[in-house]
């Protein structure tokens, strides 16, 4: 990264930053804090030129041995350099599973709550049930899926009378003319 007057940014015609991975990026993608270092993104630091990327560019640092080894040096030696790295997706799931994951949001929980979306909803929390069917999504990843829904509204929230609480609640419903196909 660049630090200093914006006079070295403004000389070069095209400018790019490489910025390591953060913590929640690691947390949404699934990968571990330690070794979240092994990742960077690469974005145009010049938005004037083109408007924002869609998605950042990622790469990731390997280690590649060079062929040196030798008896008295078995190992040998390394260098490194990047791959190009692309960050799981979160819609690469097949339309069945889609579809049973919104048939148990929209069958609610056994003792007749319904599923919430709501940051504190603890066990009527929606997202789990996602990774209950996807269990290799991170809970960022499965929270991307149920804002999607809630935005094009294939899931909506109603109000209904919590038979636990005994008192009104929102609750996911789902538009089944709106499912995956």
């Known amino acids: 990264m660049g630090r200093g007057a914006s006079g070295i ?35 145009s630091a010049k938005v004037n030129i083109l408007p924002p990327a ?21 190992a040998g030696d390394h260098v490194q350099t990047v791959e190009p790295w692309t960050p799981p ?3 690469a ?15 609610g929980l056994p003792n007749g709550q319904r599923y919430s979306n709501a940051p504190n909803a603890g066990p009527r929390a929606a997202w789990p049930v996602i ?14 899926i149920i804002h999607a829904w ?11 009378e919590d038979p636990v609480h005994r008192k009104s609640q929102q609750g996911l419903r789902l538009d089944p003319a709106k499912r995956p196909s």
Request: glycine letters at 4%.
């Open 9 to 43: 940014k403004d000389a070069g015609r095209l400018v790019y930053t490489l910025t390591p991975m953060s913590e929640e990026e690691a947390r949404q993608f699934s990968i571990e804090q330690a070794d979240r270092r092994f990742y960077v993104r690469l974005d």
């Open 54 to 74: 869609r998605a950042a560019a990622w790469f990731k640092l390997v280690s590649i041995p060079i062929g040196n080894s030798t008896a008295d040096y078995p």
């Open 89 to 91: 997706d979160a819609w």
């Open 93 to 107: 799931v097949p339309v069945v599973t889609l579809n049973a994951i919104l048939t148990d949001i929209e069958a």
């Open 131 to 144: 990774q209950k069917h996807v269990p290799t999504h991170s809970e960022a990843m499965c929270r991307q």
């Open 150 to 160: 809630l935005g094009n509204r294939v899931l909506y929230a109603e109000p209904y």
